[in-house]
């Protein structure tokens, strides 16, 4: 089972989701506090190895510093007497080529590596989904995931009026979704509860929909919400066709973000309590899109040529999830050079429209983050 996710649409080795995942640092930024109160109330001697796991890992250079900080912590605390091993989790078909070399610090222009200041340090990729169990029983201290679970095991259904469920009004449509988003955080959970170790902890940060109804592009303070643009751009290539209606409602973004009660439900129902996790923490918050903070600081509205390349930047950071969904919308009769070409026209007119009013387009991150410890 590996989950509805995405594949790499990039070349292996380029590093490509890290360059563009400046929403994606912020993030990690913001759960260093949740990550450090962690590591700090895991049972440890200092004296076997500590073992910490990333689940949904991609390239692993959004988290570079985040784990560079984490082993600040171990040494300081525990000193330099015991072995770390670092697992990154994702699917096969992730790009693990970019992880060792960012890791080996041949990319240029990213965070440096943290094996260039912290030896005894072992890195392995994992090629399993996190809906299986990925390392042994009871094998972990430490687990964490940034914006991966989200994805579901399966599509539930064709959603028929929208690309992603927090823009659909079909009732039906969306409780099926819910049905089966609950069912495999159900079942995420379960996983990890097998591979942690008795006082181990969990940090998860997901993408969420908070009390005011936000959600990830889509916030008060930016006016155009990001999810309702890329739906009505892939409804305008339908409506001229360009693509048929069969193509547009098979082209949808197999995710769920969960409110706060969705998202700690499973430690509240009494088949988790078996489980022996407690939820340590659980809140909700808003990380501003980097792109638009710098366009409002800095930028200048009739400067055409920097609202171009401001443009092209901010679709950038859509690519590396967006396009193998657009793609696998598209019908299988067309060729690969055809499919290109139509996930171009889509993306140029959505960087046409930002371009011309840079300041009323950004991508807010609304996340829940947790904290659950094994008792």
């Known amino acids: 089972m590996q989950g509805h996710l995405p594949r790499p649409s990039w070349d292996a080795g380029s590093a490509f989701y890290s360059k563009n995942s400046k929403t994606g640092f912020r993030v990690n930024d913001a759960a260093v506090t949740y990550c450090l109160d962690a590591i700090g109330a895991v049972p440890f001697g200092g004296k076997s190895t500590f073992r910490v796991c990333e689940y949904g890992s991609a390239d692993g250079g959004v988290s570079l510093l985040l784990m ?28 693990f080529a970019s992880l060792f070399k960012l ?22 990729a994992v090629g399993t989904s996190f809906f299986q169990q990925c390392v042994p029983r009871a094998s972990l201290h430490f687990g964490y995931s940034c914006n991966a679970m989200q994805w579901l095991t399966k599509k539930p259904c064709n959603l028929t009026d929208a690309l992603i469920h927090l823009c659909s009004e079909e009732k039906e449509q969306l409780q099926l979704y819910r049905q ?13 509860a097998k591979e942690m170790k008795t006082g181990g902890q969990l940090v998860l940060v997901i993408p969420g929909v908070d009390g005011d109804g936000q959600f990830s592009g889509n916030t008060k303070r930016i006016k155009y919400s990001v999810q309702e643009r890329l739906a009505r751009y892939w409804m305008a290539l339908c409506t001229e066709g360009i693509i048929n209606k069969a193509e547009f409602e098979n082209t949808n973004v197999v995710i769920y973000a969960r409110t706060i009660q969705e998202s700690t439900a499973p430690f509240k129902n009494t088949h988790s309590s078996s489980l022996d996790f407690q939820l340590i923490a659980a809140t909700t918050t808003v990380i501003n899109c980097p792109f638009h903070d710098q366009w409002l600081s800095d930028g200048d509205d009739d400067d055409l040529a920097a609202a171009r390349v401001h ?39 959505y960087e046409e429209e930002v371009a011309s009013s840079p300041r009323h387009h950004g991508y807010d991150y609304v ?9």
């Open 180 to 192: 089966q988003a609950a069912s495999d955080w159900q079942l995420i959970i379960e996983q990890r």
């Open 311 to 349: 443009a092209s930047e901010f679709v950038n950071m859509i690519r590396p999830w967006l396009t193998d969904i657009l793609l696998s919308g598209l019908s299988s009769s067309r060729s690969k050079v055809e499919k290109n070409a139509i996930i171009e026209i889509f993306y140029r007119r």
């Open 68 to 95: 560079k900080q984490l082993l600040d912590f171990l040494r300081k605390t525990h000193g330099n007497g015991f072995d770390v091993e670092i697992l990154y989790e994702d699917l096969p078909t992730n790009d």
């Open 103 to 124: 890791l080996a610090g041949v990319v240029q222009g990213q965070a440096a590596s943290y094996l260039t200041e912290h030896s005894d340090v072992y890195v392995k």
């Open 367 to 375: 996340q829940v983050m947790l904290q659950i410890a094994k008792v």
